[in-house]
């Protein structure tokens, strides 16, 4: 099976930003997207910037083909405060988060649409848990041959990505004991979770074929690794990300994100094996930042050896530094530190529940609050 992968001669970037609607009164979702999408999209220069997802509590805000972080900042910035001028009337605000702090997953309602319907009949009661959001992130890839190298080294970072994003503690009114309880239940859909390992192209392409002749999908968008190539956009998509309630926070993502590509790929040109793990310590990192965040310590390398994900990140920007100075998103690299001191999203959901005794609708209250005051 012959897959075609479109060059991107220049590492471009393309986000999709998934947020949840809940009400204004009550704080649980609200399965309002097609009024949202008919309110705002008339007034977005490209009505394309703004989709509806699997469930009607859900629109994701996209971006069109960006040169720089700052650019794909301004791009989804620019639709979020038109999306926000249409939330009033509805009664309605944009949640970022990885998952709702209490909301009940069997009573939301599904976007119709073939392509959902035929996922909820296939995957049944994991599928019907879906009530979760991420962010994406597309960085354009010159060469075909590199995707699966690159795709793989990526992979020995996980951890960080995950760490610095999560924001899924709480789940139908528990706190989980988990940092991102999105990325362990994203992982139980057919295709979905880690990617294998491939080394060549034609490795996929076996792979591609074998799921589409036995109807494990019947598109390449079905495979939902947490990395993925995307094939007709040249891009490799970082899929690792929880839901982000704050744009300076998605931003400071979306350049580690870049930077890392870039390095990877740059490194791979200039004639060097990129390093990588085995598939056993790339499981154990995923599952060890989901549960503990950024008090988790990582595997780092093919020996075991072993480091505080918040103490590599430190190493990990200052070796990005140059590749940050060459892409213009240096200011954007550097506020991953800012991240970690300000604490990640389920630190901060955690220290509000905690602070209001337990008290949920502030939580949704807190999270809500960070995305128009980040604009």
């Known amino acids: 099976m012959r897959i075609d992968f479109t060059p991107s001669p220049a590492p471009t970037l393309g986000v999709e930003w998934e947020l949840a609607l809940v009400d204004r009164s009550t704080r649980d979702l609200s399965n309002t997207a097609g009024d949202l999408l008919a309110s705002a999209r008339p007034r977005l220069p490209d009505p394309g910037r703004l989709h509806q997802e699997l469930l009607r509590n859900t629109v994701e805000v996209v971006t069109g083909i960006c040169p720089t972080v700052r650019s794909a900042a ?10 926000l001028g249409s939330t009033d009337a509805l009664g309605v605000d944009l949640m970022g988060a990885g998952t709702h702090p209490f909301a009940s997953w069997s009573e939301q309602q599904l976007t119709e649409g073939h392509r959902y319907e035929e996922l909820i009949n296939r995957t049944q009661w ?28 990526v992979l020995n970072h996980y951890p960080h990505l995950l760490a610095l994003s999560a924001s899924s503690p709480l789940w139908a009114g528990t706190d989980t004991g988990y940092a991102s309880n999105r990325a362990l239940m994203f992982q139980q859909l057919p295709t979905a979770g880690l990617p294998f390992q491939f080394t060549r192209w034609e490795e996929f392409e076996r792979f591609a074929e074998d799921q589409t002749v036995t109807g494990v999908i019947d598109t390449l968008s079905e495979i939902r690794w947490d990395v993925r190539p995307a094939c007709h956009l040249g891009t490799l998509e970082n899929r690792v990300c929880d839901g982000v309630s704050d744009l300076r926070d998605l931003t400071a993502l979306v350049a580690l994100v870049q930077c890392l590509v870039v390095d990877l790929d740059t490194r791979l040109a200039a004639g060097e094996t990129l390093p990588t ?68 999203s389920y630190q901060r959901q955690r220290r509000v529940s905690e602070a209001t005794g337990g008290d949920l609708r502030a939580v949704v209250d807190s999270v809500v609050r960070e995305l128009p005051a980040s604009l």
């Open 74 to 83: 301004d791009d989804l910035r620019s639709t979020l405060e038109v999306v």
């Open 126 to 153: 994991w599928g019907r848990q879906m009530l979760i959001w991420g962010v994406h992130v597309h960085v354009g890839m010159p060469d075909r041959e590199r995707v699966m190298p690159v795709l793989s080294a």
């Open 277 to 344: 793990m085995p598939p056993w310590h790339v499981q154990e990192n995923k599952w060890r930042a989901a549960r503990y965040g950024l008090d988790a310590i990582v595997i780092l390398d093919e020996h075991s050896t072993e480091r505080l994900v918040t103490d590599d990140l430190h190493d990990l920007l200052e070796r990005l530094a140059p590749v940050a100075e060459r892409l213009d998103c240096t200011t954007e690299l550097a506020s991953v530190a800012d991240l970690v001191e300000r604490g990640a």
